[in-house]
């Protein structure tokens, strides 16, 4: 799709239209990536952060949060949950904590990979080239970085800088391509200040980067944010400012599987906070392929609040797994089993290999 096309799909609001979408959406989510859904298991294994992102309920500022980090123990005993799951992945999600040592994350990938044989997923943050290429040696697969906005303005306003340092996140996602990461990125939907040309161009990005992993989930005020206190002021004008709705979120989803079909798509939990009822499981239906059960220890969860009123806070590893498990199979989706790697891998590495056989 060209730009002026995302753009009128972006603003559709008429069912009738809308469900073409779905229906396009689907249809390659079913040709590429096939009807299983893979479930990763999540560990947030700690809330500590060096940064102060304006929409991040964990940000550094925010001195109302009671800080913790896991344990090497109590990660790899989640690890090993998650494969008498029979999960293929396990995502080690953080902020950028300066507290987790690159060679202990090393050593604790090792572990998992030697225990249990799960890929490994890390969500970290922005990391030095040295960190990802340790922490790739050591054996982890992929690597999750949200650009957040295409928009650089926008992106500097809510990512203040650390260390007088500018973000380049889209460098970041290029180095971890390079060092044979599967390489994942999203954006947030109704950032104040966020435009339709805005989220458009995020897409558009999607699709330049080629990943094999997009997450997108709608913004959602925390109240002891910059952004959760006082947005009003930062809105776009009326009719250029995106709405953080389910339905404009569905259509992001939709339109990522369009622009990258063989990527790997969650049905977040974001979503499933909008609408509590069945958020994740229409996720799935429009594109999404995805979810990402929480296996934190109970006594950490409600912890790692980025933002308020998350989804399954309260339920148990088990609880969380048997209801996605009938959630999944009630939509007549199958289970996904193995590591559900990203077709685009493989896709990428025959073409490359086709090109190398003509020169």
């Known amino acids: 799709m060209d730009r002026k096309e995302l753009l009128t799909w972006l603003r559709q609001d008429n069912p009738r239209k809308l469900d073409e979408l779905w229906r396009m959406a689907d249809t390659l989510r079913r040709e590429n990536v ?3 859904v893979h479930l990763r298991g999540l560990i947030e294994l700690s809330n500590h952060c060096s940064r102060s992102c304006w929409y991040c309920g964990i940000r550094g500022d925010n001195r109302e949060v009671e800080r913790y980090r896991m344990t090497e123990a109590e990660i790899l005993e989640c690890a090993a949950q998650a494969a008498r799951f029979g999960y293929g992945t396990v995502v080690l999600q953080a902020g950028e904590d300066p507290g ?13 990979r030697s225990r249990s044989g799960l890929a490994v997923t890390l969500s970290l943050g922005e990391r030095s080239d040295e960190e990802l290429r340790l922490w790739r040696e050591a054996g982890a697969d992929r ?3 949200r650009f957040e906005t295409s928009n650089p303005e926008l992106f500097e306003r809510i990512h203040p800088s650390a260390s007088h340092k500018r973000s380049d996140r889209v460098g970041i996602l290029k180095t971890l391509g390079s060092l044979g990461y599967e390489v994942g990125s999203g954006v947030m939907i109704g950032i104040p200040g966020q435009t339709w040309d805005d989220l458009a161009n995020d897409i558009l990005l999607f699709a330049d980067l080629d990943l094999d992993m997009i997450g997108v989930g709608p913004f959602l005020p925390h109240p002891a944010t910059p952004l959760g206190q006082d947005m009003q002021k930062l809105l776009a004008p009326p009719g250029e400012q995106v709405p953080n709705t389910e339905d404009v979120t569905y259509k992001v989803i939709a339109l990522a599987r369009i622009v990258c079909p063989r990527a790997n798509i969650p049905s977040t939990t974001a979503l499933a906070t909008l609408n509590r009822f069945n958020g994740r499981e229409i996720g799935l239906t429009r594109g999404a392929n995805i979810v990402m059960p929480n296996l934190t220890p109970m006594q950490y969860r409600a ?6 009123a ?7 590893a088990e609880s969380c797994h048997h209801c996605l498990r009938r959630r999944i199979l009630g939509i007549g989706r199958t289970i996904g089993t193995g590591r559900g790697d990203s077709p685009n891998r493989r896709f990428a590495g025959a073409a490359a290999r086709k090109r190398e056989g003509v020169a």
Do not use: F, M, S
């Open 100 to 112: 987790i040592r690159p060679e202990g994350l090393a050593d604790l990938i090792r572990a998992i």
């Open 303 to 308: 912890l790692y609040e980025i933002y308020p």
């Open 143 to 145: 690597y999750l970085l």
């Open 310 to 316: 998350k989804a399954c806070v309260q339920e148990t």
């Open 34 to 36: 096939g009807d299983a």
